[in-house]
Structure formats: C-alpha cells, structure tokens
C-alpha cells in the first residue's frame, strides 16, 4: 500500500491529505505504486513537492486514527485526480498577481 509523504519513503515527515466538503482530512492510499505515481505526478504538476511512501495495508487504521483522518484506497487502475479546491487553492497561490492585489 502506498500514500504520498512530504519526504518521499518517510511516513513520519507528514502524510498528504486532501479535505472534504466537510472540512474532514482524508488521506489518499493506492495499493498499487503505479497509480501512487500518476497521482503524485499530477500534483507536482501544480507545484506540489511530493514523495511516495509504502505502508503495510495493515496499518492503515492504526495510521489515520492517530492522525484523526479518513482515508480512501484506490484499488488498482482505479485513477483518483486531486480535488478541484486542492487545484484552485494551488493555481491562486502560484499566481503572480496574488502581491498586486
């Protein structure tokens, strides 16, 4: 099982978590590492520095439970693309007109 780490194959540098509409942060697992990659490649395509970290699938609840997060599994092919408000929030923060206004 794989997730996306701030230091790639470093669980304890902070998992990535995307929000709910219900402001619930949910952390997103791929069991395969292939699909981990192709999500990761999108956020770096927004300016997200990002790495991929295994975790053994056993420790998934153990995991987010101490975080106080969800989580979702995507199965493998299944392709997951990042919110739409992680892409605004990242696109209006990389913008060069955010200092002129």
Excluded: W
Aim: aromatic share 8%; hydrophobic share 40%.
């Amino acid at each position: 099982m794989y997730l996306l780490t701030k230091n790639e194959g470093d669980i304890e540098s902070g998992a990535y978590a995307s929000v709910d509409e219900d402001g619930t942060p949910i952390v997103q697992f791929f069991v395969n590492k292939d699909d981990a990659i192709t999500y990761n490649t999108m956020l770096e395509a927004i300016g997200q520095d990002i790495g991929i970290t295994e975790i053994d699938p056993e420790m998934l609840d153990k995991f987010c439970g101490i975080l106080g997060h969800a989580y979702s599994v995507a199965d493998e092919g299944e392709i997951v693309i990042p919110r739409v408000e992680t892409l605004q929030h990242a696109l209006v923060n990389l913008s060069p007109f955010n200092d002129s206004f």
